[in-house]
């Protein structure tokens, strides 16, 4: 049988045409092809394709977040357009942004590159993220990215005044930019792809999982890290968290709390090197990493005082707030809210975003807060919108599987904006919901990053690993991803075998340390 994903947008493809150039030429000289491209039509529907043009070979453009990865890019063409062009609430206008990168060298498959925060703008199309060292776009992937609707800071929510650019936002922007972006690959190459796949975290997690669900025939794999589920409430549990500390942290002159104080920098020392006592080894490894992390049984009780504060010891004040952050939030009735974050060895982190016990992030705004009515907040979490774009809740995935379809997934310990335990809490349901662990590792997993800071970063992890290539040969080859070899600036030289939930990277008791194969994946 042909994969369905690779066919379900041909039946309207015998009504696209490319003015004064059929398909058949555009294959000939590269880029008479790509600039013909601004001249597609497409009836009933509002595509207008702004500009077309060759991008000569070379180095990439700044990385949008984290450091960039290696080599140059190839030549390609970059077709950038929008959909849906109007004038919406309050006289502001929005469309559908896109771009997307058509290398010369195509190797026969498509990549969506997921968003990040409320989107708002159109990221170069070059496959950056969970692809190790090279560029999904040096493999020779066609590639898509848009803004989803909207223009904007990444973190801007004003276009949410606007109910069709919010609907775009939530699900319906990556369902039009992907049914596009196959049509345009066909024309342009006389093929369509031969598969398709979709990568992202945090919005970009999100909006995979959103495919999985709702569109399950468009991908035949995806891999959505760190995914951003039920915001308003991973949100609250920050909250939690900043108002457990504001209530101990020093005041400034005006009575407020000095956000990041509550913990000196030697407190923040003592509570990872007790954690790393408590915990490293469980991996059979004393290496500064976690990766027994359901076997972590650190308390911070075992570092009050029993004499006068000093840097030995945390106060009890101290203990009982970061216990609190850490558990979670939860209600009056002793009701979790959402789940409560591991300790991990990324939770003091200064650079990029920092940990939870290090103050607030740089891209967020200082709460003074020093009370928090849970109850209310809760209440206040639930509104109109977020069950169309959420994905917590739904599980029902088989038709997604049935028809061969790949997801992985992965997440930092020690992100501090959405707990791993979040997404683990979904996998473990996922799992429950459609046969137990046997029948669903065979189409999907969960990996778990320690030490990894949201999507990527953070002071003591391994964050470079290549999940695109697990993902492709698991669909094309039917290699399921075993294990995923991790490195990362924290420690250079060293690797490590991520490996999928529930079993952990363990030390195999002799060999080097410092080297994947010296590790195996146990339960």
């Known amino acids: 049988m042909k994969n369905p994903r690779a066919l379900f947008a041909f039946p309207i493809l015998v009504a696209l045409t490319l003015t004064g150039l059929t398909a058949a030429r555009a294959a000939v000289a590269a880029p008479a092809a790509c600039a013909s491209l601004t001249q597609l039509k497409i009836p009933d529907a509002a595509v207008s394709i702004r500009q077309a043009e060759i991008v000569p070979a070379g180095p990439p453009p700044a990385a949008p977040y984290g450091p960039p990865l290696e080599g140059a890019l190839p030549e390609y063409c970059r077709v950038s357009g929008v959909i849906d062009e109007r004038i919406g609430q309050n006289g502001r206008p929005y469309a559908i942004g896109f771009a997307m990168a058509l290398p010369e060298k195509w ?13 708002g703008s159109v990221l170069p199309p070059i496959g ?12 020779g992937f066609a590639i898509v990215s848009t803004d989803t609707g909207h223009t904007g800071a990444v973190f801007d929510g004003t276009f949410f005044e606007d109910q069709e650019a919010t609907i775009n936002y939530l699900y319906r922007a990556i369902d039009k930019v992907t049914v596009l972006a196959k049509q345009i690959i066909a024309i342009h190459y006389g093929e369509g792809p031969k598969h398709s796949y979709y990568v992202g975290c945090s919005t970009g997690g999100r909006e995979g999982m959103l495919m999985s669900q709702r569109f399950p025939h468009y991908f035949d794999g995806i891999v959505a890290g760190a995914p951003a589920m039920r915001t308003s409430y991973s949100g609250l549990a920050d909250r939690a968290m900043a108002v457990a500390l504001n209530q101990i942290a020093p005041r400034d002159e005006k009575g407020r709390p000095i956000a990041g104080r ?11 090197k007790s954690l790393l006592a408590a915990c490293d080894a469980k991996d059979g490894a ?25 840097d030995a010891c945390l106060s009890q004040a101290q203990v009982d707030a970061i216990k609190k ?16 974050f591991w300790y991990d060895t990324g939770i003091t982190a200064a650079g990029g975003v920092p940990g939870l016990l290090s103050g607030p992030s740089s891209i967020l705004p200082i709460d003074y807060s020093t009370t928090l009515d849970l109850d209310r907040e809760e209440a206040l979490a639930v509104t109109p919108i977020a069950p169309l ?9 088989n038709s997604f599987s049935s028809s061969g379809g790949k997801l992985i997934f992965f997440h930092g310990v020690s992100d501090p904006w959405f707990s791993a335990q979040e997404t683990t809490r979904y996998y473990e349901r996922l799992t429950a919901d459609n046969g137990g662990p046997d029948a669903v590792m065979k189409w999907s997993r969960l990996f778990l990053v320690p030490g990894m800071s949201h ?5 003591a992890g391994l964050d470079r690993f290549d999940l695109l290539d697990a993902v492709v040969n698991w669909v094309e080859k039917g290699t399921a991803p075993d294990a995923v070899i991790a490195t ?25 340390m410092e080297k994947s194969e010296s590790f195996e994946c146990r339960e």
């Open 107 to 119: 190797n026969g498959r498509f990549l969506f590159q997921g968003g990040g925060g409320f989107n």
């Open 128 to 139: 950056w993220q969970a692809v190790g060292n090279e560029f999904a776009l040096a493999r």
């Open 262 to 272: 509550a913990l000196s920098d030697s407190d923040r020392q003592l509570v990872v």
């Open 286 to 310: 004393a290496d500064g990493m976690i990766f027994n992390i359901k076997a972590c049984g650190f308390d911070p009780a075992t570092l009050v005082c029993k004499g006068p504060k000093s």
């Open 325 to 340: 952050g850490f558990a979670g939030p939860k209600d009056s009735r002793g009701i979790q809210i959402y789940p409560g």
């Open 389 to 397: 774009g959420d994905t917590a809740a739904w599980t029902q995935l």
């Open 455 to 459: 999507c990527l970063g953070g002071d």
């Open 488 to 512: 990362g600036n924290a420690f250079p030289g060293r690797s490590r075998p991520l490996c999928p939930y529930p079993k952990h990277a363990h030390y195999r008791g002799a060999g080097d």
